[in-house]
């Protein structure tokens, strides 16, 4: 229960309301949080022509791995920037095409997901049946040797997932997106999630939730406890908030769900 309700707080806490609580994970759930680091040694070896010398060096990558609301979702960091701005969102291995990263993570048993952030990486699990111990210690060697390698993180034309203000915008709509890039994304992507504007009509605001908040238990409450109560709380003409998929989302978890029903027979 604590983990579904802490979106929400966290949001919440924005408005400076009165009944508004500090709210913490337990210790035992917080004591992990931060804490668990893997670190990846990589030995290079260079000939120092004309010597007959050779000199070898020794770099480490330390990688983190930080709880998320979501049981099923975790979060890693490599302590340098992943897309430096915005976020980009695989749902599936057919989607990593782009990313050499994403599908090596992919390739991974039990990974269902993986999400890209400005300076994070959140790897989804199939079901909360799975163990983390392996896909942990798979996901941070994958993220160490791609960040030793140099290769850029996405090739192509990628779009960035953003809500940044256009033209043809009217008043109302500038300001929930402008509500959303500095007030409530920043606090979800620190869960490793994020919120993307789908639309705003009669009165009723559209956002797809991705990261960590995809599946997540506590995304009803962050949709109506957190982010409804904030947009309600500044912009009047806003009367609710409703979580929506991309079609194309919709069809890769019909056919994943497919999937894993044939597997299980």
């Given at each position: 229960m604590a983990?579904?309700?802490?979106?929400?707080?966290?949001l919440q806490r924005l408005l400076r309301t009165r009944n508004t609580a500090h709210f913490r994970?337990?210790?035992?759930t917080r004591s992990s949080y931060h804490t668990q680091c893997s670190t990846q040694s990589f030995r290079r070896v260079q000939h120092l022509p004309g010597t007959g010398a050779t000199h070898f060096s020794i770099r480490h990558l330390a990688i983190q791995t930080q709880d998320t609301?979501?049981?099923?979702?975790?979060?890693?960091l490599p302590g340098k920037p992943v897309l430096g701005s915005g976020t980009l969102d695989f749902p599936s291995p057919a989607s990593a095409g782009c990313s050499s990263l994403a599908r090596d993570l992919f390739e991974i048993e039990g990974v269902?997901?993986?999400?890209?952030g400005p300076d994070f990486i959140t790897v989804t699990k199939?079901?909360?049946?799975?163990?983390w111990t392996d896909i942990?210690?798979?996901?941070?060697?994958?993220?160490?040797k791609f960040f030793e390698s140099g290769d850029p993180i996405t090739i192509g034309a990628v779009h960035?997932?953003?809500?940044?203000?256009?033209?043809?915008?009217?008043?109302?709509v500038s300001?929930?997106?402008?509500?959303?890039?500095t007030r409530i994304r920043p606090t979800v992507q620190e869960d490793g999630g994020d919120v993307i504007f789908k639309g705003f009509e009669d009165g009723t605001v559209k956002l797809k939730l991705v990261g960590s908040c995809t599946g997540c238990p506590s995304s009803t409450v962050t949709l109506k406890n957190g982010i409804q109560n904030m947009m309600q709380f500044y912009i009047p003409e806003v009367d609710t908030v409703e979580q929506v998929e991309d079609e194309v989302d919709e069809i890769n978890a019909k056919v994943f769900s497919e999937l894993e029903r044939k597997l299980q027979d």
């Open positions: 983990s579904h309700v802490r979106w929400g707080l966290q994970f337990p210790d035992k609301p979501n049981p099923r979702s975790l979060k890693f269902k997901s993986v999400f890209f199939t079901d909360e049946d799975v163990e942990k210690r798979h996901a941070s060697d994958a993220i160490a960035h997932e953003s809500s940044l203000s256009e033209d043809d915008d009217d008043d109302i300001m929930i997106k402008e509500l959303l890039d």
